[in-house]
């Protein structure tokens, strides 16, 4: 049928090896391995005929450290704990995924090792939820706030009034 189909292996020009993938029908299914032309390991991906990352995922920087793991459901999707570093080895950030949508708390590192953040957020997406389109509202209309409803409302308009910093702080 003139599409790939089993293990395929590819050189560098020089004969060194790139990398090995399977094929099955055309698709990827199973493992593909690649390298750099200095010999390190550039990258390990599991893949089925539906998904192109199943299973452990990684990447490498030419050095040989670690650049990115992940780990990806049968769905595609992003499951499990996903780590980023920089090339000097040091830590970029560790995040937990459940089905690609990322948990509290994730944190964050700087290029030298230190702690950038510890983001202790809402959900940057919820399943079901669509984000608004805001560019097919044609009029938006404002009531007066109920601040014996939404009590803490108040503290936030007396930080406005005081300025500064204070309302950065809420």
Same mark, same amino acid.
């Given at each position: 049928?003139?599409?790939?189909?089993?293990k395929w292996?590819?050189?560098?020009?020089?004969?060194?090896?790139?990398?090995e993938q399977s094929y099955n029908n055309g698709n990827f299914d199973g493992k593909h391995t690649a390298w750099y032309e200095n010999g390190q390991l550039k990258s390990r991906v599991e893949s089925n005929e539906k998904c192109k990352k199943v299973g452990l995922y990684q990447l490498f920087y030419e050095n040989?450290?670690?650049? *990115?793991?992940? +780990?990806?459901?049968?769905?595609?999707q992003g499951d499990g704990?996903?780590?980023?570093w920089y090339e000097n080895g040091n830590k970029r950030t560790e995040r937990t995924l459940i089905n690609a949508v990322v948990q509290y708390p994730y944190r964050d590192w700087y290029e030298n090792g230190n702690l950038m953040m510890i983001h202790n957020g809402f959900p940057l997406s919820i399943p079901?939820?669509?984000?608004?389109?805001?560019?097919?509202i044609k009029r938006?209309?404002?009531? *007066?706030?109920? +601040?014996?409803?939404?009590?803490c409302l108040k503290f936030a308009f007396e930080a406005?009034?005081?300025g500064g910093t204070l309302?950065?702080?809420?």
């Open positions: 049928n003139g599409k790939p189909d089993g292996t590819y050189w560098y020009e020089k004969g060194q090896i790139k990398c040989g450290n670690k650049k *990115k793991e992940a +780990t990806y459901n049968q769905a595609c704990l996903l780590m980023e079901g939820l669509d984000f608004p389109d805001f560019t097919s938006l209309y404002f009531e *007066k706030p109920d +601040t014996m409803k939404f009590p406005c009034r005081k309302p950065a702080v809420m």
